[in-house]
């Protein structure tokens, strides 16, 4: 199974340094010195990691054959995939691989049907799982604690409890004074008819 653990930014240097956007909870893993990682484009690749180092909060690796800066600059947005034993589980019991969590149902905490995950985004902030609903129309739903409560791979599905409005048009008024304004314009609009 092949797990997308990078993808490659500017040049960084003149000897063939490229920094790198990490899309691994284990980049000593994934992105270490000797690792092979096939490529997006496939034309690019497999690209072998000659040295890795963290510069100013960044990532910055080089690859064998790789030694100019040219020759870096023409792999910028390239992904970097590993290939991963389908059957392996992250280290922390509650991580996930992108693959585990692609195709699963989402429900909420009372059953109601939303969709399916059809991608993951990973930003800089959090984790995002793209969901199709069953009309077609997609919802996008952080991958937190407080909304996705649950992951039940052996059911396949994730169950969610949403905040008002991240899922439906019907979001609820938040602030007191807000409902105020609200109640007493429907007083307002009752006293008319009468």
């Known amino acids: 199974m ?3 653990v990078g993808r490659i930014g500017r040049a960084h240097g003149i000897r063939g340094d490229v920094t790198v956007e990490v899309r691994t909870d284990e980049p000593e893993l994934r992105l270490a010195p000797g690792a092979v990682l096939a490529t997006d484009p496939a034309s690019v690749g497999p690209l072998t990691i000659e040295t890795g180092r963290v510069h100013s909060g ?3 690796l080089t690859f064998e054959g790789v030694k100019d800066r040219n020759a870096a600059e023409a792999l910028r947005n390239t992904l970097l995939i590993a290939e991963i034993d ?4 992250p280290e922390e019991e509650d991580e996930y691989y992108d693959h585990q969590l692609m195709d ?5 905490k009372d059953g109601v049907e939303v969709g399916r995950i059809t991608e993951i985004s990973h930003l800089p ?8 609903r069953p009309d077609g129309s997609e919802v996008m739903i952080p991958f937190v604690q407080e909304i996705v409560t649950e992951i039940d791979l052996e059911e396949q599905r994730a169950i969610i409890d949403p905040p008002p409005g991240l899922i439906d048009d019907n979001a609820e008024i938040a602030s007191a004074r807000d409902a105020e304004v609200a109640e007493s314009a429907d007083s307002a609009d009752s006293g008319d008819e009468s």
Do not use: A, K, N
Not at 125 to 132: C, T
């Open 58 to 60: 960044r990532l910055l």
């Open 86 to 89: 389908p059957e392996e589980l």
């Open 2 to 4: 092949q797990l997308v």
């Open 125 to 132: 902030s959090q984790d995002l799982f793209i969901v199709e």
């Open 104 to 108: 699963l149902d989402v429900v909420t």
